[in-house]
């Protein structure tokens, strides 16, 4: 198991390392300057000089070459200093700490209302395969999917919000109101919306394999028996199709933080979703390259904890990477 | 067991997520440089048209309160309640703010500004010529990417400027130029107490502290939320009407749509025709309309090879319906179409001066002589900008007539000037658009003399033609020379002017005294704004 975790930890590394090669070069070789924010008509009519421009590129670490940036962006990065904000000036780990509670609490409610109604859903649609249940279940996840996230987060504004006054259209506090009940009314309507896609996915996952586990030897075993079918539903099916779910969440922890990006913009949530889109039009390397690490750690380190908790969840295959192992 | 005891786990860290993120986002906003909120708007309840509050819906917060150092347009909102310039000229009207008066000497170049007494910053301390000379300062050292950069160089010239007493700062200009006054007038001066006279300000605390002196003080910053300002009750001119001004973040136009009809917010930019239509028969809202000072125009780019000879240009400007395009792109309330390269909301602008006309059959004539016919071009437009891409696309259509075919390629506002104010050649048409308020000295001139977009073929007449009009303090002999400058840009087909834009936005009827002024972006005077 420690030699799993120690390769696993050692692979984590490496893709780090070539994502933020990888994400530091589409930002220096896309178009644009982070020194349009001071240099635009739109800022001011006064047009620098060369020399001034040359000395402004030096205090914000945007000369030399693409190796030597990089270089000199991973440096400061493993010694624990994220840099200063090209457009703000401000720490981007302080600024990224500060937002990113906002988005984990989104993500983790999303997560959770995701797995809460998915469960009963697919094993609902799995065990009454083709049967209208199923369909009706089948339908609306297949609907899930295609759903646009910022278009459905408009059309449950405009009813929830506009017509029935049920939840606030946007923001996540009512201005001067501090209750963790006010952030919860507010989160509402964006966490339904983050999580539709994840809910539908899953389902998908979850009925397949009802559909698998429905025909093992051991159902028909408790079916034969007289075992009533809800018994057997959750009681064994249940248990064998929890183990997909562990992966599905590991996996889809990418699709959540993509996801909150578009959720945040449209519900005006300040979380890291918000501060990425201003970098991105502001070319502001450094915020992005802080937030492009982030999402990848938080990624990565889903897919490892799920696959540590699925050998937890089944022996078998913690035996198997053991051996593998050697 | 096992199984079921990792699902239950899985599902507390869920919680436990929510709860955390739920919990520490509850906690209070930031206000004043990072302390905790001690929750003194209550009962605002999300402000919209409830109470005393004024509720303006933004993409993002600022990242800084010092207007030296957001002068975007979405700063420009959000920092003009609480920071006052020294004067707005507008015409032959001058409206002072912290300035008393602002005097030129005989020979042009010494601005003689002197304050108002008894002005005070938020903080109570008070304003003097020595926060003038240190914002001048803080402009000068270039590090800082100051907005207000122009005040204190002249070219690349420095100026010269001195205290002369507790009020009073000269300005001395190393060569005469009339729209210097205009200029120095749109200063916003910050506090050299806050700073500790350090004028490296990038990074200072400060920033995001009480260093303003207009109506509305800071009461809550939360980032990436909203900036809550409260009515000052020092201010020197009329008192505030209004008890609180609100700028939240509803970044997206349809959320804030959906907010403004359900009377969370009391005011939004309309940014389409269509809506603007709308919001003419919904009960509650008020439209306003007025020119917004910018001029969208295509550009012929000089060093693109396909312009080598000049009838090529002219078919292309000779194919294009000038009032199809508005009517298509910006509809009945978003533009008119433009005559000059000068906005109306220019000084100088001449309406006499009849804008392109459309004539196919010369335009075919002057595509096939010139070998443009059966060339496909490219156009570069700014995607970040409204009306661009409609605009692009009835340009494409109608360059379709003389057998000219258009890529189309959108870039986004950042990427697209790294693109067209450069000497790149291999693109041949882009569509821009500049302010043009006041003065055309300050930044049309910029567009045309090389500042800022080189690639324009602008004239040595024309060039000196603008310098004329800047060496002159006589109205008369400017107006004569910006008018012959604007005629003589059309004759040489400069560039194409398609529009002037609307500046068009919604408020909720209760709300009085918004077009008071027509500046923009809105509010010049928040003191005039009042709740019915």
Redesign the interface.
């Known amino acids: 198991m420690k030699d799993f975790i120690l390769k696993r930890l050692a692979q984590m590394l490496l893709v780090l390392v070539i994502v933020s090669m990888f994400a530091f070069s589409i930002i220096y070789f896309?178009?644009?300057?982070p020194l349009?924010?001071?240099?635009?008509?739109?800022?001011?009519?006064?047009?620098?000089?060369e020399e001034?421009l040359n000395?402004?590129r030096e205090?914000l670490g945007l000369n030399g070459n693409v190796i030597q940036r990089y270089a000199n962006w991973a440096g400061k990065m493993i010694q624990g200093d994220w840099g200063?904000?090209v457009?703000?000036?401000?720490p981007v780990k302080t600024?990224i700490m500060?937002?990113l509670?906002?988005?984990?609490?989104?993500?983790?409610?999303a997560?959770?209302l995701s797995?809460?109604v998915s469960i009963p859903l697919g094993l609902l649609a799995g065990y009454y395969k083709n049967q209208w249940i199923d369909n009706v279940i089948s339908g609306i996840s297949y609907l899930g999917i295609s759903l646009p996230a910022?278009w459905f987060?408009?059309m449950l504004?405009?009813v929830f919000?506009?017509h029935l006054?049920w939840f606030?259209?946007?923001?996540?506090?009512?201005?001067?109101?501090?209750?963790?009940a006010?952030?919860?009314r507010h989160?509402v309507l964006p966490v339904i919306v983050l999580s539709v896609n994840n809910t539908a996915v899953f389902v998908r996952y979850i009925r397949s394999n009802t559909i698998e586990q429905k025909e093992e030897e051991y159902v028909m075993t408790a079916i034969s028996k007289g075992v009533p079918k809800q018994r057997v539903l959750w009681g064994h099916v249940l248990?064998?199709c929890?183990?997909p779910?562990?992966t599905m969440?590991g996996m889809n922890f990418g699709t959540l933080i993509t996801g909150s990006f578009i959720v945040e913009?449209?519900?005006?949530w300040?979380?890291l979703g918000?501060?990425c889109l201003?970098a991105i039009?502001?070319?502001d390397y450094t915020m992005i390259m802080g937030i492009t690490m982030l999402a990848c750690i938080v990624l990565l380190t889903g897919n490892f904890l799920a696959d540590l908790?699925y050998g937890?969840?089944?022996p078998r295959i913690k035996q198997g990477k053991e051996k593998q192992n050697g | 067991m096992?199984?079921?005891l990792?699902?239950l786990l899985?599902?507390l860290?869920?919680?436990?997520?929510?709860?955390?993120?739920?919990?520490?986002?509850?906690?209070?906003?930031k206000t004043e440089g990072g302390t905790e909120?001690t929750?003194?708007?209550?009962?605002?309840?999300?402000?919209g048209t409830n109470g005393n509050t004024l509720t303006i819906p933004v993409s993002?917060t600022v990242?800084?309160l010092n207007p030296l150092l957001d002068?975007?347009?979405e700063g420009k909102l959000q920092l003009s309640p609480f920071s006052d310039e020294l004067y707005y000229m507008e015409d032959d009207e001058t409206r002072y703010y912290l300035a008393e008066s602002c005097e030129v000497s005989e020979d042009g170049l010494t601005y003689t500004l002197k304050l108002k007494d008894n002005l005070k910053w938020h903080d109570g301390e008070p304003i003097t010529a020595d926060d003038v000379i240190f914002t001048a300062d803080c402009n000068a050292n270039?590090?800082n990417?100051?907005?207000?950069?122009?005040v204190v160089?002249a070219g690349?010239e420095p100026v010269k400027y001195e205290k002369v007493d507790d009020l009073t700062v000269n300005f001395t200009i190393p060569a005469p130029s009339a729209s210097y006054m205009e200029?120095l007038g749109k200063l916003q001066i910050i506090p050299a107490h806050a700073f500790d006279n350090n004028t490296d300000i990038?990074?200072a605390e400060a920033n995001l502290t009480d260093i303003g002196s207009g109506p509305y003080k800071l009461a809550?910053f939360?980032?990436?939320?909203?900036l809550?300002l409260e009515k000052f009750d020092e201010y020197y001119g009329d008192a505030p009407q209004i008890d609180q001004v609100?700028f939240?973040?509803?970044?997206?136009p349809?959320?804030q749509e959906?907010?403004f009809?359900?009377g969370?917010i009391n005011y939004m930019l309309v940014s389409s025709d269509a809506s603007a239509e709308e919001f003419k028969s919904v009960d509650g809202a008020e439209l306003h309309q007025f020119a917004e000072g910018r001029v969208k125009y295509l550009v012929w780019n000089k060093y693109c090879a396909t312009w080598e000879n000049r009838d090529a240009v002219k078919a292309v400007f000779l194919a294009l319906n000038q009032e199809e395009i508005v009517a298509g792109a910006y509809g009945e309330s978003m533009g008119v179409p433009a005559n000059t390269i000068f906005s109306t909301q220019n000084l100088f602008h001449d309406d006499s001066i009849k804008g392109y006309e459309q004539d196919l059959e010369e335009a075919k004539k002057l595509a096939e002589s010139s070998g443009l016919a059966g060339k496909t071009i490219k156009l570069h437009y700014n995607t970040?900008r409204g009306f661009m891409e409609d605009t692009a696309l009835m340009i494409q259509q109608q360059l379709k007539e003389i057998d000219v075919t258009v890529e189309l390629e959108g870039?986004?506002?950042?990427?697209?000037?790294?693109?067209v104010f450069t000497d790149q050649d291999d693109y041949e048409l882009y569509l821009n658009e500049?302010?043009a308020i006041g003065d055309p000295d300050?930044?049309v001139a910029?567009?045309f003399d090389g500042?800022?977009g080189n690639n324009v073929d602008t004239s040595e007449e024309i060039l000196d033609l603008f310098e004329q009009g800047r060496a002159t303090n006589d109205m008369e002999e400017r107006a004569k020379i910006y008018s012959d400058l604007q005629q003589k840009a059309k004759d040489e087909y400069l560039v194409y002017p398609i529009a002037y834009p609307s500046y068009c936005f919604v408020t909720t009827s209760n709300l009085k005294g918004a077009e008071e002024y027509t500046t923009t972006p809105v509010f010049e005077d928040y003191t005039k704004l009042y709740f019915e």
């Open positions: 896309s178009p644009g300057d349009y924010l001071y240099t635009s008509p739109s800022v001011s009519s006064y047009k620098m000089t001034q000395d402004m205090a200063f904000s457009s703000n000036h401000q600024q500060d937002k509670p906002n988005t984990i609490g989104l993500m983790g409610a997560l959770f797995i809460l910022f987060g408009i504004i405009i919000s506009l006054g606030p259209s946007a923001g996540m506090r009512t201005i001067g109101v501090n209750s963790a006010d952030v919860i989160a248990k064998n929890l183990l779910i562990i969440v913009s449209v519900f005006g300040p979380g918000t501060l201003d039009n502001s070319r908790l937890f969840a089944d | 096992k199984k079921s990792i699902s899985l599902c860290g869920m919680v436990s997520a929510l709860v955390a993120g739920c919990g520490s986002s509850a906690g209070g906003g909120s929750g003194s708007t209550e009962g605002t309840e999300s402000a993002a990242t800084t002068t975007m347009a270039t590090d990417g100051a907005g207000f950069t122009n160089f690349e200029v990038v990074s809550e939360n980032d990436g939320e909203s809550v609100v939240r973040v509803i970044s997206d349809s959320a959906v907010a009809k359900n969370e970040d870039i986004d506002a950042n990427g697209f000037f790294d693109v500049y302010a300050s930044v910029g567009m500042t800022w």
